[in-house]
């Protein structure tokens, strides 16, 4: 039996639905929904990698009041990271679409690979940890790859 709830499970791949259905329509749908679809999967993927990095700050509250723990991940780093990627991803808001999404999807991988290495701070459970870094891959790539396909498309229908 998996040690994550399984309503974390549900809504993990739940919030894949907007990323394959928008990067569908900027395929298939007509001009401008196309267009929107586009707009719309970028603010969607922002918001993700936005909901990401909070999870950082979110599980270093607990030390709040607590004499700082001497590890520079948990004392200074972590709350950095927490705010990097949204900030970021604002940014990516502001350009051409499809460089913005390739950025989005950038961003996804490279806070995989940095959290990957940082949850063991978080977890107190090595399995759960595991299990739901095994669930975070899968999440990652099928939404990286739903931004870099959209951004493909878009590239593709103006040349």
């Avoid at 929107?36 to 969607?44: D, G, I, N």
């Avoid at 922002?46 to 599980?59: D, E, K, R, Y």
């Avoid at 200074?76 to 808001?93: E, F, H, M, T, Y």
Wanted: overall charge neutral; glycine content about 6%; proline content about 6%.
């Amino acid at each position: 039996m998996s040690p994550l709830p399984p309503i974390l499970v549900r809504l993990s791949y739940a919030g894949l639905i907007p990323f394959i259905g928008l990067a569908i329509l900027v395929q298939v749908a007509p001009n401008p929904v196309d267009y929107l679809s586009a707009e719309s999967l970028a603010s969607y993927g922002a918001v993700i990698i936005s909901f990401l990095g909070a999870l950082h700050w979110g599980a270093c509250l607990k030390q709040l009041g607590k004499p700082p723990v001497g590890d520079r991940w948990i004392d200074q780093n972590s709350w950095l990271w927490g705010v990097i990627p949204a900030i970021i991803a604002w940014v990516a808001l502001h350009i051409y679409i499809p460089v913005g999404l390739l950025i989005l999807a950038s961003i996804l991988i490279i806070q995989r690979n940095i959290d990957q290495n940082t949850y063991n701070y978080y977890f107190s459970n090595d399995e759960a940890r595991l299990e739901f870094m095994k669930l975070r891959n899968r999440i990652t790539y099928v939404s990286s790859a739903c931004l870099a396909w959209a951004a493909i498309v878009i590239i593709a229908s103006q040349t």
